[in-house]
């Protein structure tokens, strides 16, 4: 099930704060820094072993209560930050839930069998030719 389809939002909730970057005069007035807050170990949505792969991805991004955070404060508006966050965490969640491919390993080429060959033989030779003899 795509996660976009899935419905998270009883357990995400929003703190807002005063935000360093852009705004003005309303910098020091608006809050527009947002912190998105998804209880994931309260999430009924995903399975064990789902919430298992996100814990493992992102590790710096949950807290002890188990709150998996996302901050934006790129943006003027709140508003705006509110949906740049939820877009985040839905990437984010995508990203840890897809499916890693495993390498399919491929036979080398016969001319690539014999390419590292003879540079082995070029390699021993030269290493034999600084061997010298010791006379006495």
Not at 14 to 33: E, Y
Request: hydrophobic share 30%; glycine share 6%; charged share 30%.
């Amino acid at each position: 099930m795509p996660v976009d389809s899935r419905n998270f939002s009883p357990w995400i909730y929003f703190l807002t704060s005063r935000s360093s970057g852009p705004g003005g005069q309303n910098v020091n007035k608006v809050n527009t820094r947002v912190e998105l807050h998804f209880e994931l170990e309260e999430c009924t949505v995903l399975s064990e072993s789902e919430k298992e792969k996100i814990r493992t991805a992102y590790p710096g991004r949950i807290r002890n209560n188990g709150h998996f955070i996302v901050i934006r404060q790129t943006e003027r508006s709140q508003l705006k930050n509110k949906e740049a966050a939820l877009s985040v965490l839905y990437e984010l969640i995508e990203q840890a839930l897809k499916p890693h491919k495993k390498r399919i390993c491929t036979q080398p080429t016969q001319a690539m069998v014999q390419k590292r060959l003879e540079q082995k033989r070029r390699q021993s030779e030269k290493k034999k030719n600084r061997r010298g003899g010791f006379e006495v």
